[in-house]
């Protein structure tokens, strides 16, 4: 497939990416994809060696096979979030709906089956490094601070609750600012995946649910019991207040 042309940029400043698969055919045909788009594409093929550079260098995203040597991708996906908040994007061969719930619950962003096409990954790719780049984009107005009782979140900058920095990765960030601007009004699970991913989205698609859940264990939050976030059954989330929620 031919790769829509591109304007040429200096390597220094073009968004990195890493991708950390033993497919050299697949890591190949993804850096000549992506390198007209304006991206600059370095891989590993051991699961070791995805650690250390995932961890020892600056990233736009990482784009992680499940099934790798010397670690697996679960290992490799948990040692990289030990480090460092990188968005990270699951390439897989398995088809198990199992498996990708168990990478969005250890901290990955999204996940691509490898029968994606070009453009589909180029897509997700763009949703998943959206919010390291909005603070350059968004006027002063958008960057207001939000407060959700003791929550504090800044949409280009950080999240606090209480006085603890919160710990987020950049879907679980852009889920929070999107359920705390519309707080007191439901959102609904299509106009989260729509908001976050900016792709087309399965109506059983699970992930948003998995995300939902990761950031409620960040906030301490219980789903029986929510201070934050509320599940309305057939109908989607809602932020609420913590002292309208007892």
């Known amino acids: ?74 290992e490799v996906l948990k040692r990289i979030r030990a480090r460092t908040d990188v968005p990270v994007l699951m390439l897989t061969a398995r088809g198990d709906e ?15 089956p490898k029968t994606f096409s070009t453009r589909e990954l180029l897509a997700r790719l763009r949703a998943v490094t959206r ?35 919160l710990s987020l990765t950049p879907v679980e960030y852009d889920l929070l ?8 009004r439901v959102k609904t699970r299509e106009a989260l995946l729509d908001e976050i991913r900016e792709r087309d989205y399965d109506v059983f698609d699970r992930s948003i649910d998995v995300h939902i859940s990761a950031l409620r264990k960040k906030l301490d939050d219980d789903p029986k019991h929510p201070r934050f976030i509320r599940t309305l059954r057939s109908a989607g989330y809602m932020m609420v207040d913590p002292e309208d929620s007892e």
């Open 131 to 165: 919010h390291s780049g909005r603070s350059k984009t968004e006027g002063a107005d958008a960057d207001q601070e939000i407060g959700v009782g003791p929550l504090r979140v800044r949409p280009s900058a950080a999240a606090v609750l209480g006085d603890q920095p």
């Open 177 to 184: 600012v999107s359920l705390a601007r519309a707080r007191g």
């Open 1 to 74: 497939m031919k790769s829509p042309a591109a304007a040429p940029a200096s390597q220094a400043s073009l968004p990195r990416v890493l991708v950390i698969d033993d497919d050299r055919k697949l890591c190949r045909l993804i850096r000549d994809y992506l390198a007209p788009m304006g991206y600059a594409v370095e891989a590993v093929h051991t699961g070791p060696e995805g650690v250390e550079r995932a961890a020892a260098e600056s990233w736009h995203a990482v784009l992680l096979d499940l099934m790798l040597p010397g670690l697996d991708g679960f």
């Open 98 to 112: 199992a498996d990708r719930i168990v990478g969005l619950e250890m901290g990955a962003d999204d996940y691509l």
